[in-house]
Every structure is written in C-alpha cells, then in structure tokens.
C-alpha cells in the first residue's frame, strides 16, 4: 500500500464527521421497502424536511418528468405520477446536493461538477430509449448516473490537497482524472465513492455504478447495461457542449460499452438535442 494511500485511509477512518444521509432519507427508504406503506405515510416523512419536500415538487414539475401544461400541486399528486422510487430518488438527489452545496474556492468546481453529473443522469435516462431492448430500469439508472461521480466531492471535501495535486497532474498530463489519482495517490474517487455509497446503503445499481462507471467490463454482469449507459452518458456530456467545464480534463469511453449498445451517431446527436431541451431542470435542481 502506497503511503499516500494509507494516510487517506487512515485520515477518512478517523474523520468524525464523514457524511451522512439526513434522517428524513433513512425514513423514506425504510418507507419505500415497506410493502404495506401508504401514500400519506411517504408524505408526512417529507414534509418533515420542507425544504425536501418543495424541491420534490418543483422536480416532478419540470419538464424532466411533467408534460408541458401539466402541473402538480401537492405531494400526493407527485407521488401517483411517479411512484414511490422515483420520489425516493429525487428526495436523496436533493439531500446529497444540500450536504455538498458549498462552493470550492479551489480548482474543482463543485457547481460545475453538479451541472456535469446532472446532465449525465438525462442523457443516461435518454439513451435508453435509443438502445434496443433496453429493460434497464429508469429509476435506476437515474441515481445511478446521477451519483457516479461523488468520490470527487468526498476527495474536494476531506483529502482537499490531496485531490487538486491529482487534479492538476491530470491536467498537465493530459489523461483522465481517475489514472492520475492512481499514479498520484494510490486510489481513485471511485474507490471513495463507493465506500460512502455503502455507508448510505444506496441501491446496489448506484454503488456499482459509482465504483466502475470508468470501466464496466470491471462490474457484475447483470449490472453492466446499467453501467455502461452511465459511461457513455459521462463521454458525451464531456464532450459535447452542454456548457459544463470540465477542466479540459481528458475523457474516454469504454468500446464495448459502444458496440453491446448498438447506438449510432445519429442517436447521440438525437440525445443531446432532446437533453438540451430539458436543460432547464439543472439550473432548478441546482437553485
């Protein structure tokens, strides 16, 4: 074990306040796995936090998961029309972004991070409809590829030296972020990531995404269309314009994630049209 990676180790282990999810989160996933939960009980867990419950609203109205025209007014109107999961899922989104809201004076750009795993979770979400035979599940995938990233906020907040060396020899060296932490530290965010993830007890699907987002021929098998959508989306919002900066930092998407999907040219550009539109919902989520 490299030094530089047992003291990041050792000073996560010994760090007392190490996030974790409010209480309204582990009240609504309990809920959520309840199969005698009603309605009313998931709503009176989130109007316990307000500030939740408006920005579950103000999601389930944007034009991500309401018709144009078509509006909701109160939570047990939400709930109906997206179901219990997806609810679940907008309310941990809200919570993880509130837990890493303040901003970085440094290189990494905690706005711009959140802008780029945003768009990711849309373009994953679009490519589905884009791949033959997709059975992977929308919900899922939604977290998954929203939260694939959040090694790099735990690296920004906790190990904050450590991870801007990693970030500018990344930059210098022209290669991805996740070979210079490696080199430079001896482990990567993903590896970070994914033990947060599993001190949350976040779905199977968003810890694996999490863990090999960067190389999904790494992951379980049955977990891989998942995966593999999260990689893909991650290339193209690195590299198409979607005004996130991305520090020039270098992407690269995975080849057989390409060819087991069968997606085309002509189908990536139909996504990130189709998620343009829709750009309204990041600048909400992010308000």
Same mark, same amino acid.
């Given at each position: ?13 010994? %760090?007392?306040? &190490? ?8 009240? *609504? =996933?309990? !809920? #959520?796995? /309840? ?43 939400? %709930?109906?029309? &997206? ?8 309310? *941990? =989104?809200? !919570? #993880?972004? /509130? ?43 939604? %977290?998954?590829? &929203? ?59 968003? %810890? ?80």
């Amino acid at each position: 074990m490299s030094n530089k990676r047992y003291d990041i180790l050792f000073k996560l282990k010994n %760090i007392q306040d &190490l996030p974790t999810l409010p209480v309204v989160m582990t009240r *609504l =996933s309990e !809920a #959520v796995n /309840d199969t005698n939960c009603s309605i009313n009980v998931i709503v009176d867990i989130l109007n316990s936090d307000p500030a939740i419950a408006s920005k579950v609203l103000k999601t389930v109205n944007s034009t991500l998961f309401s018709p144009v025209g078509v509006s909701v007014s109160n939570l047990q109107e939400a %709930i109906v029309r &997206l179901g219990f999961t997806e609810i679940k899922n907008i309310a *941990l =989104s809200t !919570a #993880v972004f /509130d837990m890493f809201s303040r901003e970085s004076m440094r290189l990494f750009n905690r706005k711009e991070f959140w802008k780029h795993s945003i768009f990711t979770s849309l373009v994953a979400v679009e490519l589905c409809d884009y791949v033959s035979g997709c059975k992977v599940k929308r919900d899922e995938l939604h %977290i998954a590829s &929203l939260l694939h990233g959040i090694g790099k906020i735990i690296m920004d907040t906790y190990i904050t030296d450590y991870f801007e060396t990693a970030l500018k020899f990344a930059i210098d060296a022209n290669m991805p972020l996740i070979e210079a932490e490696g080199m430079v530290l001896g482990i990567t965010h993903c590896e970070l990531g994914a033990m947060v993830a599993i001190n949350w007890n976040l779905p199977e699907t968003a %810890i694996n995404a999490i863990s090999f987002y960067d190389n999904p021929s790494s992951c379980p098998v049955d977990q891989q269309p998942v995966i593999r959508l999260v990689n893909l989306a991650e290339y193209i919002v690195s590299t198409q314009d979607f005004g996130v900066n991305s520090l020039g930092l270098k992407v690269k998407a995975d080849k057989e994630s390409w060819d087991s999907l069968g997606l085309s040219a002509d189908d990536v550009f139909s996504v990130v049209n189709e998620v343009k539109r829709k750009s309204d919902i990041v600048s909400m989520m992010l308000d």
